[in-house]
């Protein structure tokens, strides 16, 4: 168990429709990234929070949008959704000191678009 | 643009033979990273290496890092089943990104 926490585990929802994915980072982590796996596409960062700021954008859709609170928990929102979107999100957290930027892996969100 | 390039991105290999995965990258860092990840689970961490010449090694895994050549290998010895999983390196950007690797699926046959 990483310490990441992600919600839900599976989503299945109907094109068109926006959804919201939930992430809690481990305990001290400020930094929060957002991947989407396809089978596809391979694994694809889509953003980067720090401590509530913007840091680095990744291949992020223009409908995907993200925001990390000040309790440090991120939502990754995604709307307007295609077939295509079907995917699984992670979230993954570090604490981005000490010389590394190790992440650690939440569990995932599998995304079901039909 | 910085790439990585792992190879090979598939093997399949019986147990208890020797193998070596390649990742390669295309600009100077010293910090590169390993996962593993099983099927449809999530990613975990399995080393970090933050200098050239660093070897860190677990159970049948051993990693190496050459920044000078770009280039950090993950060797296994004497394959076992549970070995069998997706490795993917990640190098670190030293500007908050890792640029991933495509993976590489391994299935060690019995």
């Known amino acids: 168990d990483s310490g990441v926490t992600q919600t839900p585990k599976h989503l299945i929802t109907a094109t068109g429709q926006r959804v919201t994915l939930r992430c809690s980072p481990r305990?001290?982590?400020?930094?929060v990234y957002w991947y989407q796996q396809s089978l596809d596409q391979g694994l694809q960062f889509l953003i980067q929070?720090?401590?509530?700021?913007?840091?680095a954008k990744g291949n992020i859709l223009e409908r995907f949008s993200a925001q990390q609170f000040p309790d440090l928990h991120s939502e990754l929102n995604l709307s307007s959704l295609e077939l295509g979107d079907s995917a699984l999100y992670f979230c993954?957290?570090?604490?981005?000191?000490?010389?590394?930027?190790?992440?650690?892996f939440g569990p995932g969100t599998r995304l079901t678009v039909t | 643009e910085l790439k990585v390039e792992q190879n090979p991105l598939f093997l399949s290999m019986q147990e208890g033979k020797n193998y070596t995965i390649y990742c390669n990258y295309s600009?100077?860092?010293?910090?590169l990273y390993w996962y593993r990840q099983d099927p449809g689970k999530s990613l975990e961490s399995l080393f970090v290496l933050l200098s050239n010449g660093a070897v860190k090694q677990e159970g049948r895994l051993m990693a190496s890092l050459d920044t000078k050549a770009r280039l950090s290998t993950l060797h296994i010895t004497a394959a076992v089943h549970d070995l069998s999983a997706t490795y993917f390196c990640a190098v670190d950007m030293l500007n908050y990104q890792l640029i991933w690797g495509a993976g590489t699926k391994l299935i060690i046959k019995p």
């Open positions: 929070y720090y401590n509530g700021e913007e840091r």
């Open positions: 305990s001290g982590d400020l930094s």
């Open positions: 600009t100077t860092s010293d910090r």
């Open positions: 993954a957290s570090s604490v981005d000191g000490g010389g590394t930027y190790e992440q650690y």
